[in-house]
């Protein structure tokens, strides 16, 4: 017997056959970068209807994997292998299969995936995962493959009931169509019969041309409920007998528990339960406010920790001296160190630039309800990390993972922190001394003041520059925390983390000779993804740094840039469109008594070409508002342009408030920052008008949620320089510019 083609192996480890419960056709259907193990047998239908749906998990018809499933009234089911926290997943990824499988985007009905790292992993991250820009990225092949094959099997079995060429049909609207015979039949009708078919290999994908829906502008579809109130959240959680707590933690960095007054907690009306954890306690009761006052009368009081000494200070002191030293080398293209060194001082330039901790004041603070039994768990909550989630809530509970399930909710706001499972471990742990089901809500000074934060950044960085002031040798060193290590430790090689590089190690321009170093300081700070992890650092940086070039050489900003990208076509493209949107050469015209000025920004990460022109003018007193942001971007083939233009909106805005106001300060050991009152988030009358512009493309998609946040911040930076002369080297700005706006 000849041995099969590695290729045809994996093709048909993609897309494998068993009979459906009831009739029907289930279709195992893998993500590329499951457990290969796990594509050997087709899941049980069990595992399709894990997660609450709208159909029975026995309904007879046509399934495919855990992912997709057709009754006999042509409805379609989708279990969505990402979660949905505002970045339009829950409209875009549809879409993908709406598209192939010639099905009404209204005929499509979605549910959660429940946690299954077999099933539901991502190929771009290696797990169930959704974060880092990658939900269209990762599902634009292996969905729309799936989409195409249970097309094509259902129109071989209409094709086989009339005895016709299945070239000879078409389909449209959830329906198979024979013109010559004027004939239909609906996909309902037909996935009994597709069940007894063989699965196609290589199933033709739409081109470009022939799209009917990707690439237009498509209502999200969860806007109505979220607008009427039916769409359920974290917070939302109900259940029967419930009770909710309000916790508290220590204040200070390893502190524990030292003394409570659980009497007074417990003689408030509704208050329930006092819980303890080493570091934390939770009040149980009827009600939110019950909760909160009990808390309140609880008073509790704290030991210090081992680094309840802690200062931001000291910190940044110390990653200074960490800063000088050699670091691990992420990349060596000649000897860019010597020619610094070589390089007269009026021919080169060395900055050190400063980016804060930032915390990631989601709009919905932390929470997780919990009912926890002798013989299994279920948590209710909004999470970007299921699987990871139901793994450490079982080690917390004793028990087995497959006794936990996870009731996945939408997310208010996840921005990385929901990457995190440190409140449902805590939430948990409180759970086994709570008497029955629980839901657990941290409120926002607790949110803010224990979240896992963005770490701080140190970036040594210089040049040596030719006699037309381009860079002939780049040095860039990165010293900060290495949130990879923790995360995902298999990530960090030879003394690298790939995410604290990101941006810094495949900076766009042409140098001859480039050296970047990666130094590993670890704050006692807890540190997290934060949105547009490590480019949203270093994009500001190297851009930065790119307009402090510019401006050495006395050279315009954009034309600079444009020199240097000369092997980057889509990156200048995307620059001299935005360039001309904003109205580069043109005056800036600015409020009387202020001072104005454009800054601009390019980047490639993930996945897109991006281009931001800020304006900005500056009061007399060194107030900053910021009037437009002009947007350009090559992000490959458009899903939906209103869900490119609503994130990147979104990014922008994002990435404004925390240029202009974030940062998180450690006094004694205790986060300073407690609420929006001086963790300031952008208001409506402040944030600015935000274009954006789409090139055309035909190139596999690229990620949209985060490239917004990155490129910001460096245009806003640069328009300040423009409008002011200051050079912003530490983030926020803040009141850097106070009295000295005219200077």
């Known amino acids: 017997m000849s041995k099969q083609s590695p290729s045809l192996a994996a093709r048909r480890d993609f897309l494998r056959v068993s009979a459906a419960a009831g009739g029907g056709l289930l279709v195992a259907f893998a993500l590329p970068g499951c457990n290969r193990d796990s594509r050997k047998e087709p899941p049980p239908e069990a595992a399709v209807g894990h997660a609450t749906s709208r159909l029975s998990t026995d309904s007879p018809g046509l399934s495919t994997a855990g992912f997709i499933r057709i009754d006999r009234a042509g409805l379609v089911t989708f279990t969505v292998h990402k979660v949905e926290m505002g970045q339009g997943t829950y409209t875009s990824i549809p879409m993908l299969l709406a598209e192939e499988l010639d099905v009404d985007l209204a005929k499509v009905r979605l549910e959660h995936a429940p946690a299954n790292n077999a099933l539901y992993a991502d190929a771009l991250l290696g797990g169930q995962v959704t974060g880092g820009s990658t939900s269209i990225r990762g599902a634009w092949g292996p969905l729309r493959k799936a989409g195409a094959t249970a097309r094509a099997m259902l129109v071989s079995a209409a094709a086989q009931s009339w005895n016709v060429d299945p070239a000879s049909c078409t389909t449209a609207n959830g329906t198979v169509t024979h013109a010559a015979s004027k004939r239909s039949l609906g996909y309902g009708d037909l996935v009994d019969a597709a069940a007894k078919l063989p699965v196609p290999q290589d199933v033709a994908l739409k081109k470009p041309a022939d799209f009917r829906l990707i690439g237009t502008p498509v209502k999200r579809l969860d806007s109505a409920d979220k607008v009427n109130g039916t769409a359920q959240f974290g917070i939302d959680a109900k259940l029967a007998n419930m009770s909710i707590a309000t916790v508290a933690a220590a204040p200070m960095l390893g502190g524990t528990l030292a003394s409570a007054d659980d009497a007074k907690a417990l003689a408030v009306p509704g208050v329930r339960q006092v819980l303890k954890l080493n570091n934390a306690v939770a009040v149980v009761a009827a009600h939110m406010w019950a909760a909160k006052q009990g808390l309140a009368a609880l008073a509790p009081t704290w030991k210090d920790g081992p680094a309840s000494g802690a200062s931001l200070a000291g910190i940044v002191a110390d990653m200074d001296a960490a800063s000088r030293k050699a670091g691990a080398v992420a990349r060596h293209e000649g000897d860019a160190v010597a020619a610094i060194q070589q390089a007269a001082a009026n021919r080169k330039l060395e900055v050190v630039y400063q980016m804060p901790f930032l915390a990631h004041a989601t709009m919905e603070p932390m929470n997780c309800t919990v009912d926890l039994r002798p013989d299994g768990c279920d948590l209710y909550v909004g999470t970007q990390v299921p699987a990871l989630a139901q793994a450490e809530a079982a080690k917390v509970a004793g028990l087995k993972p497959e006794q936990v399930r996870v009731h996945n909710h939408y997310l208010g706001g996840g921005f990385g922190r929901r990457l995190e499972v440190d409140f449902i471990v805590q939430a948990v742990a409180f759970a086994k001394q709570a008497k029955g089901p629980v839901k657990f809500v941290w409120t926002r000074e607790e949110d803010i003041q224990h979240d896992m934060y963005r770490p701080y950044y140190l970036d040594r960085i210089s040049a040596a520059l030719d006699d037309q002031g381009r860079p002939t040798a780049w040095f860039h060193?990165?010293?900060?925390?290495?949130?990879?290590?923790?995360?995902?430790?298999?990530?960090?090689?030879?003394?690298?983390?790939?995410?604290?590089?990101?941006?810094?190690?495949?900076?766009?321009?042409?140098?001859?000779?480039?050296?970047?170093?990666?130094?590993?300081?670890?704050?006692?700070?807890?540190?997290?993804?934060?949105?547009?992890v490590g480019a949203t650092h270093n994009v500001w940086v190297v851009e930065s740094f790119v307009d402090e070039l510019a401006a050495a050489a006395r050279q315009d900003p954009v034309a600079y840039r444009l020199a240097l990208l000369d092997k980057q076509p889509r990156l200048r493209a995307v620059l001299k469109l935005a360039a001309e949107k904003a109205g580069w050469a043109q005056p800036l015209q600015v409020p009387a008594g202020r001072r104005g000025g454009r800054g601009v920004s390019v980047q490639f990460a993930f996945g897109t070409y991006m281009a931001q022109v800020a304006e900005v003018s500056v009061s007399a007193e060194g107030e900053v508002a910021v009037h437009r942001v002009v947007c350009v971007l090559d992000c490959g083939q458009v899903v939906n342009p209103d869900t490119v233009s609503a994130q990147i909106e979104s990014g922008v805005v994002f990435g404004l408030g925390a240029g202009l106001w974030n940062e998180i300060t450690l006094d004694k050991g205790r986060v300073q920052q407690s609420n929006f009152g001086d963790y300031r988030v952008m208001r409506f009358n402040e944030a600015p008008r935000v274009e954006v512009h789409v090139v055309q493309s035909a190139e596999s998609p690229g990620g949209i949620g985060e490239t917004g946040t990155s490129g910001v911040t460096p245009a806003l930076t640069n328009a300040i320089f423009a409008a002011t002369g200051r050079r912003i080297r530490k983030l926020p700005v803040g009141e850097q510019l106070k009295g000295k706006a005219a200077a």
């Open 477 to 532: 060193r990165v010293t900060g925390s290495s949130i990879m290590a923790r995360f995902a430790p298999a990530a960090v090689k030879d003394g690298i983390d790939s995410d604290a590089v990101e941006g810094a190690k495949d900076q766009p321009y042409s140098v001859p000779a480039v050296q970047v170093e990666y130094v590993r300081h670890e704050p006692p700070l807890p540190t997290a993804f934060w949105r547009g």
